[in-house]
């Protein structure tokens, strides 16, 4: 049975910080807008390969933490968090849905992915804890466990992007029985803003590029039930 607390926490998504730092130029579109444009790039757009071989560090040195959203088009998406784009994620999970499912529910430039586990593991943060509820746009699409340990994939992932700060794209394949299987394998990357509600919650706010024509929401949430 879905929680009153998480739809609780999924109606207060505005954040005082997000509103700042979104900018209102009067040029450029946000990156949930790019990353909608994807199926309509082709392999030639690699750009994510050619920063991350150039292993510069991230153009903008604060503390925001750098969330990506990936996975082969046909297959399921991943989720990495990161406090550091140079040092291995935090966390990392499989989500319950395809990436063709992703594109579908940014149709409205909003999307908000709860997670929610029921475990309370003793000396454990919050997101260490392992089995999550996953929730997209307030509808239930299954169950996640987080990973211990990286794939060969999502690491091949992560060294690609360790000198992109923000960003969507498509990025070389590290098998091509898998881009033959699944299709282009796509990312989104950006900074959020980390709030730290109590031990049991959390959110992340994506803070929009500057320049963006109109904020856009990407917001993901953390909630363990008491």
């Known amino acids: 049975m879905e929680s009153p607390s998480l739809f609780?926490?999924?109606?207060?998504?505005?954040n005082p910080k997000k509103s700042s730092k979104s900018g209102g130029g009067s040029k450029g579109g946000g990156l949930l807008r790019m990353f909608k444009l994807?199926?309509?790039?082709?392999?030639?757009?690699?750009?994510?390969?050619?920063?991350g071989s150039l292993h510069r560090k991230p153009l903008l040195t604060d503390r925001a933490t750098t969330?990506?959203?990936?996975g082969y088009r046909k297959a399921r998406l991943c989720l990495a968090i990161q406090e550091d784009p140079?040092?291995?994620?935090?966390?990392?999970?499989?989500?319950?849905?395809?990436?063709?499912?992703l594109?579908?529910?940014?149709?409205?430039?909003?999307?908000?992915?709860?997670?929610e586990t029921e475990t309370r593991s003793h000396k454990k943060r919050l997101l260490e804890e392992?089995?999550?509820?996953?929730?997209?746009?307030?509808?239930?699409?299954?169950?996640?466990?987080?990973?211990?340990n990286m794939s060969e994939e999502e690491a091949h992932v992560m060294q690609l992007l360790r000198g992109v700060s923000m960003g969507a794209g498509v990025l070389p394949s590290l098998s091509e029985k898998e881009y033959a299987a699944d299709g282009e394998l796509t990312y989104i990357r950006a900074r959020f803003d980390r709030v730290v509600g109590s031990k049991d919650s959390e959110s992340f706010y994506?803070?929009?590029?500057?320049?963006?024509?109109?904020?856009?929401?990407?917001?993901?949430?953390?909630?363990?039930?008491?």
């Open 8 to 14: 609780s926490l999924l109606r207060h998504t505005t």
């Open 38 to 51: 994807l199926p309509m790039l082709t392999n030639g757009c690699k750009m994510a390969a050619l920063l």
């Open 67 to 70: 969330v990506t959203l990936f």
């Open 86 to 101: 140079h040092r291995p994620p935090v966390f990392v999970v499989e989500l319950p849905m395809l990436t063709t499912a």
């Open 103 to 115: 594109h579908r529910e940014m149709a409205s430039d909003m999307l908000r992915i709860a997670l």
């Open 130 to 148: 392992y089995v999550w509820a996953v929730y997209c746009n307030g509808r239930k699409v299954g169950y996640s466990i987080r990973r211990k």
């Open 206 to 226: 994506m803070i929009n590029p500057e320049g963006a024509s109109s904020p856009q929401e990407l917001s993901i949430f953390f909630l363990r039930l008491r």
